[in-house]
């Protein structure tokens, strides 16, 4: 059951259909856009997958707990989405712009928050502060490149008029919020604890089961 219902303010239509005739008055950003609203959502797991190989390679659980983390990130994020489209309801902008401007196909599920921006961003965040905290270069290096994704993949779904600016927003702010939240000190030792290290143990296991490879 829906409880809240929520209409886009008066400059988030305005920007939209700003984007969307400036989009769509262009003939490659028109055929670029529908691209670049989706790509980059497949390189998180191709990332997350890479970074705990590495670690594997390497020997190193510190790079496995990272990529975990940033898994874990992830993963709140979609969840607690789902758990916030359960009770808020709102139109996608199709009723505003003529059909004819719509630049992406969707299914017809929740427009608030956007789940592409809450996943985008939490994987953003969560490569930033992993490598604040532990002072890795690499893993700011990424953050830059996620944050370009992210940017480049929100903007595109705005313009497809797929999302409302406030959609997109909201999903950025606090999924950075939670990203923060999950490397607190306290917490952070509990997913350790329960979850990270049980994960490296059954990987170390499965490994020397299979592989007769020690880590």
């Excluded at 920007?15 to 856009?33: G, H, P």
């Excluded at 997350?48 to 975990?68: S, T």
Aim: glycine residues 2%.
């Amino acid at each position: 059951m829906k409880f809240i219902s929520l209409v886009e303010p008066l400059w988030g239509e305005t920007f939209i259909k700003f984007l969307n005739n400036f989009v769509n008055s262009n003939y490659i950003l028109s055929r670029i856009t529908p691209v670049t609203a989706d790509i980059f959502v497949f390189s998180y797991p191709v990332y997350l997958a890479a970074l705990y190989l590495y670690g594997i390679a390497q020997r190193k659980d510190y790079y496995k707990e990272a990529a975990l983390y940033i898994f874990f990130s992830w993963v709140s994020s979609v969840a607690l989405n789902l758990f916030i489209q359960i009770f808020v309801t709102k139109q996608r902008p199709e009723d505003l712009i003529d059909k004819s401007s719509l630049l992406l196909e969707h299914i017809p599920d929740a427009s608030f928050p956007s789940d592409h921006a809450a996943m985008s961003s939490a994987i953003a965040m969560s490569v930033l502060i992993w490598g604040i905290k532990s002072n890795n270069k690499s893993f700011k290096i990424a953050w830059i490149v996620f944050w370009i994704f992210s940017i480049i993949m929100c903007l595109s779904r705005i313009a497809a008029g797929v999302h409302w600016p406030t959609d997109i927003i909201f999903g950025m702010i606090i999924w950075i919020i939670i990203s923060y939240i999950l490397i607190s000190n306290k917490l952070y030792k509990v997913l350790n604890m329960y979850i990270f290290s049980h994960v490296i143990k059954l990987e170390k296991l499965i490994f020397k089961k299979l592989f007769w490879i020690s880590q």
